[in-house]
């Protein structure tokens, strides 16, 4: 039993190093983005309550913000879970396009169904069409070895396309750029339905769906024989063909599962918040925030969770910012500048060079240097 | 002789090591001075604080008499001290002359000076006698000939102290010797040199002096001339040890290993295996002789099913195994240490405890309802690493950062403890030391005698000499022959290794 619990807190602690860096260059980020307001000849201040008051203000503002920060968790957690694979799934939105249209079908054509099965069939069409979206990419690269970043972005646009069509023709609700409704039986439960506090949102069981996922994502992918193998042929694929691990297998399985998370944010998308489809001029942007979720989540599942909630903040609290009179696009820049300082390792640097230099002066102060 | 430089009392500590224990070195202008230490005693942390690249917790360095701070490798270079790294840091496709004034380019006003670049490297190339074509490009150069742009490159910045570290781990016996020319050319002109190696013969034949470290801590400084093999080889260590491998008449029992008419393909699909019959019995090493590139590594993975088998049969313990998945082959009795740790044996940026189930971690023992049992598998990894004496601060640690020999070691324990019936060794001693290679040989020759059949393949011809019991020479894609290593000697093997055949029948 206390073996058990030194696990748990041995992940813990493990899980908590991973993402301290990421949570500086965060608050670093925003430090920057200060500055920035402050140089145009806005007011921080002014400029930072309206975007948490704005985000996280009240419950059904907060209620709003998960709603994004749902479909963020599970394209995060997409892209996230490729990369342990070795895997650049750009194709998350492809895959979101081709869960939404697939729920949309199911949640429309099988009306009559009992609410609860209804509502787990339209989540399940959803994930399994993103994960054939993308498994079709992962096997095209077992099969003949193309690379997964281009054909993933091409069955982007063959996915926006082909919702396109189907929403112009068979799934078309007459006369209108969008497609039917989905039946009552197969939306997901709102927070509204039992909470007056959450009257105003959209909030849905998708938040916890979607934790979930995570939660189980990560078991899968530290606790598992399935994920010791993807993490492996992530790592060295020459080792874990040595080791007996069939390579193309688990390129195609771990290209899957991350369809199978982006699929489940288009479901859910669709039978938790819009309930059709509408005709799309461009890509959602879903998918490819879920590139930057990933990335500041450290590509940790858990980390996901709280960089899906940080990015649900901040597209939330945005438009507050611009009632204040400043500029939006200040959202856009802290944003960039996040992933900038993450990318780049800004902080993991910065604080290398800060023991390096404590090392010298140390040597300074005993008197070694001439 | 003066000095040009001196450690003093230098110390270094990593997370849970002391890599540099008080250590003194003092190096005389023109000599070449050997640092010579097992993996991981600590030479190459004491060259990193020289070039600046570590700053050391204690210890003072003097260069030419004067007190000096080496805080980052600019230093090291603008005080006359180069080092040239074990693994080269050379731009592929520029050309030599490119890559030697990388960083610091003559220029003509604005523009690159090209031609001067080239006049300046040929000049240097001449008055050491290096011979290299300032302008054919890296790419196409041998490993040889890479490392003399790496010591041009050194010498351009001015150095005038050099270090290598392990210079001949890549080389093939003609180019360590040119090597040792031309440190004694370098030399001769009054630069000095320091080698980090762990090879004896190396020590013996290139340098003037040497020092000897174990464990972080200097043990003796010798001058080569009043030294032997032997007695370097019990410093380095720290016991005596043999370097004849004892052993006992084989017992000879049923075949485990069979092996009939195998064809198969290198990468560019060229035919590599040109139909191999070979048989391993229980209780034998039956070694593989040959120059590197005869179809070795393309044969091991056939039979290991990495590689596609194209003709023939490959039999374990009666059971056709042709062309089965790897995973199949192992659960089929075998074990395998392979020729390339990083790329094959081990996932570096695993920890040890997931590094010592690769192979078998879909076994049930390793279970726990639909998870991986953890607690146990790192109990497990606790248990190999003290069974074989794995030095590593916990089953935690990555697998890159243990030494070369800990890592083979690893993979020794892992592979074994599987208890195969067939075990194939390829290059199980490459880039190791004096007593790791000892511990490598002991364990293929325990194996042997426990009654298993165990497959090796080695460059190294002494090494296939000293374990083996038959010996089968690979040339051209064929076994030229299987003799008896009892009657047999290196002029015959090295006749067969060349595509010849040997005189006697057997």
């Known amino acids: 039993m206390e073996n058990r619990l030194d696990e748990i807190k041995n992940s813990a602690k493990n899980t908590l190093k991973e993402i301290l860096y990421p949570l500086t260059a965060i608050v670093v980020s925003f430090l920057a983005g200060a500055i920035l307001v402050y140089a145009f000849g806005n007011s921080p201040k002014v400029a930072y309550k309206a975007l948490f008051l704005g985000a996280l203000g009240d419950l059904n503002k907060f209620g709003e913000t998960l709603v994004t920060t749902t479909t963020l968790i599970l394209t995060g957690l997409s892209v996230a879970f490729a990369y342990k694979c070795g895997l650049f799934n750009i194709g998350a939105e492809g895959q979101f396009i081709m869960g939404s249209v697939a729920a949309v079908w199911i949640g429309w054509a099988l009306e009559g169904l009992p609410p609860s099965i209804h509502v787990l069939l339209t989540l399940i069409a959803g994930a399994l069409a993103g994960g054939i979206w993308a498994g079709f990419v992962g096997w095209l690269k077992a099969k003949v070895g193309s690379h997964e970043v281009i054909n993933s972005i091409m069955m982007n646009y063959i996915a926006l396309n082909l919702s396109n069509y189907l929403i112009m023709t068979v799934l078309n609700e007459p006369g209108k750029a969008f497609s039917f409704e989905i039946a009552p039986t197969a939306k997901l439960w709102r927070f509204s339905q039992s909470f007056e506090q959450f009257k105003y949102s959209r909030l849905h069981i998708g938040i916890i769906i979607a934790i979930f996922v995570a939660l189980a994502a990560y078991y899968l992918l530290n606790k598992t024989v399935t994920g010791y193998e993807i993490r492996s042929v992530g790592f060295n694929p020459d080792a874990s063909e040595y080791g007996g691990i069939n390579v193309k297998r688990n390129i195609v399985l771990a290209m899957l599962i991350s369809g199978l998370f982006s699929g489940l944010a288009g479901a859910i998308h669709t039978a938790g918040v819009q309930y059709r489809v509408n005709n799309l001029f461009g890509l959602t942007g879903y998918g490819f925030d879920g590139i930057s979720v990933a990335l500041v989540g450290n590509n940790n599942p858990i980390g996901v969770i709280l960089s899906a909630l940080l990015f649900g903040v901040l597209q939330k609290g945005g438009p507050m910012m611009q009632i204040e009179g400043i500029p939006k696009e200040v959202v856009g820049i802290i944003q960039g500048i996040i992933l900038l300082f993450v990318a780049s390792n800004f902080v993991r640097v910065m604080v290398q060079r800060y023991k390096e230099n404590k090392e010298i002066r140390a040597q300074l102060k005993k008197g070694e240097v001439k | ?506």
């Open chain 2, 1 to 506: 002789m003066s000095a040009v430089i001196e450690m003093k009392g230098i110390s270094k500590s990593f997370p849970g090591v002391k890599a540099n224990d008080n250590i003194n070195l003092t190096v005389n202008e023109g000599e070449i001075h050997v640092l010579l230490g097992e993996n991981g005693a600590g030479k190459s942390t004491l060259m990193n604080i020289l070039y600046g690249l570590y700053t050391p917790d204690e210890g003072e360095i003097f260069v030419k008499g004067k007190k000096v701070v080496i805080s980052n490798p600019n230093v090291a270079i603008s005080l006359g001290i180069g080092m040239v790294h074990q693994h080269f840091m050379l731009v592929p496709p520029f050309t030599v002359a490119e890559n030697i004034i990388l960083g610091s380019e003559p220029r003509k006003g604005l523009s690159l000076d090209m031609n001067r670049a080239i006049e300046e490297v040929l000049e240097l190339s001449k008055k050491y006698e290096l011979k290299v074509d300032p302008n054919a490009k890296v790419q196409d150069i041998t490993v040889g000939m890479q490392q003399r742009v790496e010591i041009l490159k050194t010498l351009y910045r001015g150095a005038e102290i050099l270090i290598l570290d392990e210079p001949t781990a890549v080389l093939t016996p003609q180019e360590i010797k040119e090597l040792g020319i031309i440190l004694k050319s370098l030399v001769s002109q009054g630069k000095s040199i320091i080698l980090i190696t762990h090879k004896l013969k190396e020590v013996m034949s290139m340098s003037d002096k040497v020092t000897i470290i174990r464990s972080g801590k200097v043990i003796d400084t010798l001058k080569t001339s009043e030294t032997s093999i032997e007695e370097l080889a019990e410093k380095m260590v720290g016991r005596k040890v043999s370097f004849a491998v004892k052993k006992d008449d084989a017992k000879i029992g049923k075949p485990i290993l069979q092996v009939k008419g195998l064809k198969a393909l290198d990468n560019r699909g060229l035919e590599a295996v040109k139909g191999v019959d070979l048989e391993v019995r229980s209780g034998e090493i039956l070694g593989i002789a040959g120059v590197d590139g005869n179809g070795q590594n393309e044969l091991i993975q056939a039979i290991t099913g990495l590689r596609r088998t194209e003709k023939g049969q490959v039999l374990i313990n009666g059971k056709d195994v042709t062309n089965l998945s790897t995973k199949e082959i192992i659960d089929s009795g075998l074990g395998y240490i392979p020729e390339d740790r990083h790329k094959r044996g081990l996932i570096l940026n695993f920890p040890l405890y997931e590094n010592s189930i690769l192979g078998s971690q879909r076994s049930k023992k390793f279970k726990k309802g639909i998870g991986m049992d953890y607690k146990k598998i790192r109990d497990y990894a606790k248990k190999l690493i003290k069974e074989f004496d794995v030095r590593t601060p916990s089953e935690k640690v990555f697998a890159k950062s243990l030494s070369g020999g800990n890592q083979q070691k690893m993979i020794i324990a892992r592979e074994l403890d599987r208890d195969p019936v067939l075990l194939i060794a390829s290059q199980p001693t490459r880039g190791l030391d004096v007593g790791a290679i000892e511990f490598v040989h002991q364990r293929l020759i325990e194996q042997r005698n426990k009654g298993k059949a165990v497959l090796l393949v080695s460059l190294e011809l002494d090494e296939i000499m000293d374990l083996s019991d038959r010996i089968a020479v690979m040339y051209d894609g064929k076994i030229i022959d299987t003799v008896n290593a009892k009657e047999t000697n290196e002029l015959e093997l090295g006749i067969m290794m060349a595509g010849g055949r040997s005189e006697k029948k057997h």
